[in-house]
């Protein structure tokens, strides 16, 4: 593999696509300046990682140890925190050990904050930015439950967890390890709800088990204010009505760096300086991370987030 | 004994599943931005051929199958087991029919062929792509009919039957594809 095989020193994408790439990028930041966003930078470098039990940072074993982000998502918030109000950022993120066709573990990341916003008002712009990239079209909106219900799958938030296991195997065949509920959930989700996705879609009420950084609904809190969009069954963002709570999000770091100390992970300091800006104050706002790669590859009608990089993880 | 993860997964990998060998197909990666990771892996198992479909969470680790492809010369046959041997050990090997199957109406004696070695036992044999067989019967054809494009049945010397041109009589010496069983065109002295 690499230096041995001679031609991987060459981009992965075309020159055509790498040029388009650079194009979608500057009408992504027309969009933002039209509606009066102001484009951010935040470091890359942080000095806390995140606790999210499904996420692996990338260690940097400086001379004050630091994590290559896996999101801007923290910066950002201390900035509105401190009264910085509608900001967007165009960055670069790192997950170790995502790697497939629509995975690179280095990756670019829309991310965008609205003050005053519900999930529900930012969903409507996140469908107007992905209209100017892949072009118009309709977005529908299904709840959690309804699109496990358009698969065929019983209720993710009543059924038993038998039922979900049972469910699986009808599909996948015998597990080869018993999964937890919110495993087989994402197993579902991510192999027969996902494919049976109208073709623009937003989904919400997540549970509250998967909330992450979102409030839980007033009117039903066995879900979340989350939300993700889906194109052609593929996950291009994940947004939420978020959480201002710092008691609330203190609970949650503790629950998942639990979770990451019994599945064997490693499990970073919790973000005390996010923390402490949830205590001087977070304004309601709602955000949204959007998988640029992604995107562009669906704009490009690719298959493969390797169409629209210069130099995917097995060249960089 | 060896495992591997599935962040090692790739295509021609050899795995244990239920006791038996299997060879990765396709390995596709699934993970929803704040779940759990899965690996749904299409496998082909070694013995039967049969390719089903697998899915693994990430992290996972599986046993490794230990299997070796080898290239070893062809003897001969007795009926029930296929001989085979090892060009630099001189170390032999019988392969049951079954681990030969169809491919028998290929192995011409001395030729150098592709075989699987599971557990340190053939569990699969491959013919060399191109054969150089001896036509040991074909009904005559029209001598010099180049053009017509008809064609006939010859027996080769291993048993195999190819369609060949009308042309070709019996005695003369062929290369044959054996992935599809076809005439490629007499063979060159």
Not at chain 1, 122 to 129: G, R, S
Not at chain 1, 277 to 290: M, N, Y
Not at chain 2, 65 to 71: G, I, K, P, S
Request: hydrophobic share 40%.
């Amino acid at each position: 593999m690499g230096a041995a095989g001679g031609a991987d020193w060459r981009p992965a994408a075309s020159r055509e696509a790498l040029r388009r790439r650079a194009a979608r990028l500057a009408s992504i930041r027309a969009f933002f300046a039209e509606r009066a966003v102001t484009e951010v930078e935040t470091p890359v470098l942080a000095a806390a990682g995140v606790t999210d039990a499904q996420l692996d940072g990338f260690p940097v074993p400086a001379a004050d140890s630091r994590w290559l982000q896996t999101s801007p998502e923290y910066a950002m918030k201390r900035l509105l925190a401190a009264g910085f109000g509608d900001c967007y950022q165009i960055t670069r993120a790192f997950r170790a050990g995502e790697r497939g066709r629509r995975h690179n573990p280095e990756f670019s990341l829309l991310e965008w904050y609205r003050v005053g916003f519900d999930h529900h008002r930012l969903m409507a712009e996140v469908a107007a930015l992905v209209a100017e990239v892949l072009g118009p079209g309709t977005t529908a909106t299904l709840s959690y439950a309804e699109a496990f219900r358009r698969a065929g799958l019983p209720d993710p938030l009543t059924a038993p967890t038998a039922r979900l296991a049972a469910a699986a195997e009808d599909h996948h065949g015998a597990l080869t390890a018993p999964l937890e509920r919110d495993e087989l959930l994402d197993l579902l989700f991510g192999t027969m709800v996902q494919a049976a996705l109208p073709a623009r879609c937003f989904v919400t009420e997540f549970p509250a088990s998967q909330a992450a950084l979102a409030r839980l609904s007033p009117a039903d809190p066995r879900v979340a204010e989350r939300f993700e969009l889906f194109a052609e069954g593929i996950e291009l963002a994940n947004g939420f009505h978020e959480l201002t709570d710092p008691e609330e999000q203190r609970a949650r770091f503790a629950a998942d760096t639990a979770r990451r100390r019994a599945a064997g992970r490693p499990t970073p300091a919790i973000d005390g300086r996010l923390l402490a800006a949830l205590e001087s104050g977070l304004p309601p706002c709602a955000g949204v991370a959007l998988g640029l790669d992604r995107l562009f590859m669906l704009a490009e009608g690719a298959d493969s987030v390797d169409a629209v990089m210069a130099f995917p993880w097995e060249r960089a | 004994m060896a495992t591997y993860s599935t962040n090692q997964f790739k295509s021609g990998l050899k795995i244990m599943l239920d006791g038996e060998p299997y060879t990765i197909v396709e390995n596709e990666f699934v993970k929803p931005g704040k779940g759990q990771a899965f690996n749904r892996v299409k496998v082909r198992n070694l013995k039967t051929g049969k390719v089903i479909d697998r899915t693994f969470k990430s992290g996972d680790s599986v046993e490794a199958a230990d299997v070796l492809e080898t290239q070893m010369q062809y003897l001969y046959t007795d009926g029930e087991f296929y001989h085979f041997m090892a060009p630099e050990s001189f170390e032999q090997h019988a392969a049951p029919a079954a681990a030969v199957g169809d491919n028998a109406k290929w192995l011409k004696e001395q030729e150098l062929c592709s075989v699987t070695l599971y557990n340190g036992a053939p569990l699969s044999v491959e013919p060399p792509p191109h054969v150089t067989l001896k036509v040991v019967q074909t009904d005559p054809g029209l001598k010099g009919d180049t053009s017509s494009g008809g064609s006939k049945p010859a027996t080769l010397e291993t048993g195999a039957v190819v369609q060949v041109p009308l042309f070709i009589q019996e005695g003369e010496v062929l290369k044959v594809d054996t992935r599809t069983g076809e005439y490629i065109s007499r063979a060159k002295d």
